[in-house]
């Protein structure tokens, strides 16, 4: 399965960007995508994730609110919506797809596949 993310770039505090995240490949053997991010000099950090069949989301306390997910099943794509941006939020977004159904928490577990990451820049 590869995994390209886009959707990035450069947003004014209080904008909104969607992040795109599409798969190809052995798609039918994806059971969810999460997305991370990982802000300079920071650690990775999971906001949400998303079951593929069923639509079901989780998100990471922090981002719940402004942060929505979803996925078009023709597209093989899934979103992130970020609403209210701060400068906060700057990082490089990854996706990732499980295969398998979670045993632990969505920010638990071990992904399979990622994407490339893209650039989220917010200015003040």
């Known amino acids: 399965v590869q995994l390209q993310a886009s959707g990035g770039g450069l947003v004014q505090a209080g904008g909104s960007l969607r992040l795109s995240c599409h798969a190809s490949g052995r798609t039918y053997s994806v059971y969810g995508m999460g997305w991370f991010r990982q802000a300079p000099g920071k650690e990775r950090e999971f906001v949400g994730a998303i079951t593929w069949s069923s639509g079901r989301t989780s998100y990471a306390d922090s981002v719940k609110g402004r942060f929505t997910i979803t996925r078009d099943n023709a597209k093989i794509t899934v979103y992130l919506q970020i609403d209210s941006l701060e400068p906060e939020d700057t990082a490089v977004y990854y996706c990732?797809?499980?295969?398998?159904?979670?045993?632990?928490?969505?920010?638990?577990?071990?992904?399979?596949?990622w994407g490339q990451g893209t650039l989220v820049t917010v200015s003040s």
């Open positions: 990732a797809a499980v295969k398998a159904t979670p045993r632990a928490g969505w920010a638990l577990i071990n992904y399979d596949y």
